[in-house]
C-alpha cells in the first residue's frame, strides 16, 4: 500500500506542478490573481511532500501538519478574494473583507496552536482542521451557485477543484476523528483533485475572457447544502462509531466511506439539480426559521430579475420567468388587457397546442371578480378544457393588479414534486404580482409616452411645412393679384417668373427633406455668397406693400458666410415677410447691410404696430407662440434663433409698441472663420 501511495502523491504533485506552470505562463492571473496562483503552488509542493514521506525519514505527518494548515489557509483566501465582490444579502453575514480574514486567521492560530500542543490527546487540533474545511466547503460552493453564465466555465472548475480538496481534507479528518483507519483513502486523495484542477487549467486556456472583469452574479445567497452535509456526515458518523464500538465492529473505513460517499452525491445532486434544491430549500426553511420562504432574499431576487434587462427578455417574459422562479415552476403565459380583452404577451418554457391568442370573456371575468390566485381545479369544466386544450398543466391563475384594476393574467404551470398552495405562497404571489404589474404599467406608460413623442415630432415637422407652404402661398398669390395691373410690363413678368421658379424649387427641396427624413436643423454648414441671395428676396418681397429698401454698406460683392444657404433664405425671407404684414402700407421698411467686427450685420427695420416688451423675453422665440392668432404659426422667429445660434451668429430685437420692430442678426463671415481656426 506504501507504493500505490507514494505513486498517487507523485502523480498528484507532477500534475500539480504543470497546472501551476500553466497558470505562471498566463500574465493575466500572475498579475492580477496572485492568492490563486500561490494555492495551486503550495498545493503542488504539499502533494510533493506527501509522495516523499514514506522515503525521507525527516518528513514525519506530524511535520506536514502546519504545512497542511497553510495550504487550506491560500485556499480559503482565494475563494474568499473571489467571492469579496458578492452582495450580500442577508445582515447577519454582511462582514467587511478584513474581518472575514481575522476570522480565518483566528481559527488557523488556535488550529495551529492545538498542533503545536498535543494536548489533552493527539486528536484536539482536528476540530480547526475540520472548521477550515467546512468554511472552504461553503465558499466553494458559494462560487459556484454565484457564477456568471459567461464566466460559469472558468469558475465552476476552480470551485469544483477547491470543493474536492476540501472535502477530502474533512473526510479524512472527521474519520480519524472517531476512528483510527487504515487510510486507505489518503493514498488517492489526489485523484479527484488532480482531475478537476486539470479541467481548470484547460479552461483558463480557452477562456479569453479571464481578466479582472471575473465576476459574481448579482445575487449572492448564503445557503451550503455542502456545510449542512458535512455538518450530517459528522454527527451520523460518530453515532455509527459508538454503536460500531459497543457492538465490536471493525469496519469503521468502509462505514465512514459509504456515508460520505451518500452525503457526497446530495450535495452534487442539490447543485446541478434545481428540483431537489427546491424541495430541499421548502423542507428545511420552515423548521429552521419558521417560514417556507426567506421573503428579503426572495423579494431581492425578484426585484433584481424583473429589473435586470440583461437577460435579453421582454419586460412580460421577464415577469414570467421571475415570478416561476420563485415556487420553483418551470413555465408560464402572461395574458395582458387591451382594452376589454386579454391578449396573450408571452410565454417561457412552454409552447401553445392550438390557437390562444387572447382569453375567453368569461373566464377573464371569473378572475376579475376573485381577485386572487386561482387554482385550475376551481374552474369550471369548460375553462379547464380550455387550459387542457392549449396549455397543458398551467394550474395556477395569478392577476396582476394595479390602482384596483387587473392590468394582467399570468397562468403558472406546477412545480415539479409535491407542492402545496399554502397561504404563505399565497401572499407571497399576491405580493410579487402586485410589483410585476407596477413594472407592466411602467412599460406600458412608457410605449404610450414614445408613440406621444413620435407624434408630436410628426406634428411639429407638419407645423414646419404649413409654415413654409403658407409663405409660397401668399407669395403666388400676390403674384397673381398683380398680374392683371402689370401684365404688360415685361418687368414684372421676369420678376414674376422669378418668384415662381423660386417657389418651385422651395418646394422641390421641401420633398427632398420629406423622403431623406432630413430636418433642416441638420443641413450641412459651408461658406456661401450672401449678396445675391439678399438682393434675391428683397426682389421676391417687392410684391407686397410695403416694398422693403435695401441699403447696402458692403463693396463686397462676393461676400461668403458660413452657414446653409437655404435656411438662410428662409430665415431672411421670413422676418422680412413678418415686417411687412406688421407694416401698413404708408408705413417704411429698411434692410441694411454691412460687416462690424467680422460679422456681416443685416439689420431689418420697421414702422409697424411692435411688440410688447414682455412678449419679446417671454414668447417671441418659442415655437408656436404668435401674436397673430390663428392666421400664425409661431415659427418664424423661433427658426431664426435656432439658425443663428448653430452657426454661431447673434440675433437681436428692439421693439416698441405703436412704434416699429428692429431686427439684427450678425452672421459670421468665412473668411474670419477660416482666418481664426488658423490662428
Given amino acids: ?14 500534475v500539480l506542478s504543470l497546472v501551476s506552470l500553466t497558470l505562471t505562463l498566463n500574465p493575466t492571473v500572475r498579475s ?19 509522495a516523499l514521506e514514506p522515503l525521507v525519514f525527516w518528513i514525519a505527518p506530524y511535520n506536514l501538519l502546519p504545512f497542511s494548515l497553510i495550504k487550506t489557509l491560500c485556499w480559503c483566501l482565494c475563494l474568499g478574494n473571489f467571492l469579496k465582490t458578492g452582495h450580500y444579502e442577508q445582515r447577519v453575514f454582511r462582514f467587511t473583507w478584513a474581518g472575514f480574514v481575522k476570522i480565518l486567521l483566528g481559527v488557523s492560530a488556535l488550529t495551529a496552536f492545538l498542533t503545536f500542543l498535543q494536548w489533552p490527546d493527539e486528536r484536539w487540533y482536528l476540530p480547526g482542521y475540520l472548521v477550515l474545511s467546512l468554511l472552504g466547503l461553503f465558499l466553494a460552493e458559494q462560487l459556484f451557485q454565484n457564477a456568471r453564465r459567461e464566466y460559469r466555465s472558468a469558475l465552476v472548475a476552480l470551485a469544483l477543484s477547491a470543493a474536492v480538496l476540501f472535502a477530502g481534507d474533512f473526510y479524512i479528518n ?40 471575473l465576476k459574481l452574479g448579482g445575487t449572492f445567497a448564503f445557503e451550503s447544502y455542502a456545510v449542512l452535509a458535512g455538518i450530517g456526515f459528522f454527527i451520523i458518523n460518530g453515532l455509527t462509531s459508538i454503536a460500531w464500538h459497543l457492538w465490536g465492529g471493525e469496519a469503521e473505513d468502509l462505514i465512514a466511506l459509504i456515508f460520505g ?47 435586470n434587462e440583461q437577460h435579453q427578455m421582454e419586460i412580460s417574459e421577464r415577469v414570467i420567468f421571475s415570478m416561476a422562479s420563485m415556487i420553483g415552476s418551470n413555465g408560464g403565459v402572461l395574458y395582458e388587457a387591451d382594452k376589454n380583452r386579454f391578449i396573450l404577451r408571452a410565454h417561457w418554457g412552454i409552447a401553445a397546442k392550438k390557437e390562444a391568442h387572447e382569453l375567453p370573456d368569461s373566464l377573464v371575468a371569473t378572475c376579475k371578480v376573485n381577485a386572487n390566485v386561482i387554482e385550475r381545479t376551481a374552474l369550471s369544466q369548460p375553462h379547464r378544457q380550455w387550459f387542457d386544450e392549449r396549455w397543458p398543466r398551467t394550474d395556477y391563475l395569478v392577476p396582476l393588479i394595479y390602482n384596483n384594476v387587473v392590468v394582467a393574467l399570468l397562468c403558472l404551470r406546477k412545480p415539479n414534486g409535491e407542492f402545496t398552495l399554502s397561504r404563505e405562497v399565497l401572499s407571497l404571489l399576491k405580493t410579487a404580482g402586485a410589483q410585476a404589474a407596477v413594472s407592466l404599467a411602467e412599460n406600458r406608460h412608457a410605449e404610450a409616452l414614445s408613440q406621444a413623442r413620435q407624434f408630436e415630432g410628426f406634428n411639429r415637422l407638419s407645423t414646419f411645412m404649413m409654415h413654409d407652404v403658407k409663405n409660397i402661398i401668399m407669395q403666388l398669390s400676390l403674384t397673381l393679384a398683380n398680374a392683371e395691373k402689370h401684365r404688360n410690363n415685361p418687368e414684372f413678368i421676369d420678376s414674376m417668373l422669378k418668384t415662381i421658379g423660386s417657389s418651385v424649387q422651395h418646394l422641390k427641396q421641401m420633398v427632398q427633406q420629406l423622403q431623406s427624413g432630413q430636418t433642416k436643423q441638420q443641413s450641412k454648414a459651408e461658406p456661401f455668397q450672401v449678396m445675391p441671395i439678399i438682393q434675391s428676396v428683397l426682389e421676391e418681397r417687392t410684391c407686397s406693400e410695403p416694398e422693403p429698401k435695401w441699403i447696402n454698406l458692403v463693396t463686397d460683392e462676393k461676400l461668403r458666410v458660413l452657414g446653409s444657404e437655404k435656411r438662410f433664405r428662409s430665415v431672411l425671407r421670413n422676418l422680412i415677410h413678418n415686417a411687412q404684414e406688421a407694416t401698413p402700407r404708408h408705413g417704411r421698411i429698411k434692410v441694411s447691410t454691412e460687416i462690424d467686427s467680422g460679422f456681416l450685420t443685416i439689420t431689418i427695420e420697421d414702422t409697424g404696430c411692435g411688440m410688447s416688451e414682455s412678449f419679446v423675453k417671454n414668447g417671441l422665440f418659442n415655437p408656436f407662440v404668435t401674436t397673430k392668432g390663428s392666421y400664425g404659426m409661431g415659427i418664424g422667429a423661433y427658426e431664426a434663433k435656432t439658425y443663428m445660434q448653430a452657426i454661431g451668429g447673434k440675433i437681436h430685437v428692439h421693439s416698441v409698441l405703436e412704434k416699429g420692430t428692429r431686427f439684427t442678426l450678425k452672421f459670421p463671415l468665412a473668411v474670419s472663420i477660416v482666418t481664426s481656426a488658423v490662428t
Fill in 1 to 14: 500500500m506504501i507504493g500505490v501511495a507514494i505513486y498517487s502523491h507523485a502523480l498528484g504533485a507532477v
Fill in 32 to 50: 492580477q490573481h496572485l492568492l490563486l496562483l500561490a494555492s495551486f503552488w503550495v498545493s503542488a509542493v504539499w502533494a510533493s511532500l506527501l
Fill in 174 to 213: 472527521a474519520n480519524h476523528w472517531f476512528y483510527t483507519p487504515s487510510e486507505p483513502l489518503p493514498m488517492y486523495r489526489h485523484g479527484p483533485f488532480v482531475l478537476v484542477a486539470t479541467i481548470f487549467a484547460i479552461c483558463i486556456i480557452w477562456f479569453e475572457d479571464w481578466n479582472e472583469n
Fill in 261 to 307: 460517499l451518500c452525503l457526497a452525491s446530495i450535495v452534487l445532486a442539490s447543485l446541478f439539480s434545481k428540483v431537489l434544491k427546491t424541495r430541499l430549500s421548502h423542507f428545511y426553511n420552515p423548521h429552521l426559521f419558521g417560514q417556507e420562504y426567506n421573503w428579503r432574499e426572495e423579494w431581492s431576487r425578484f426585484s433584481h430579475m424583473l429589473s
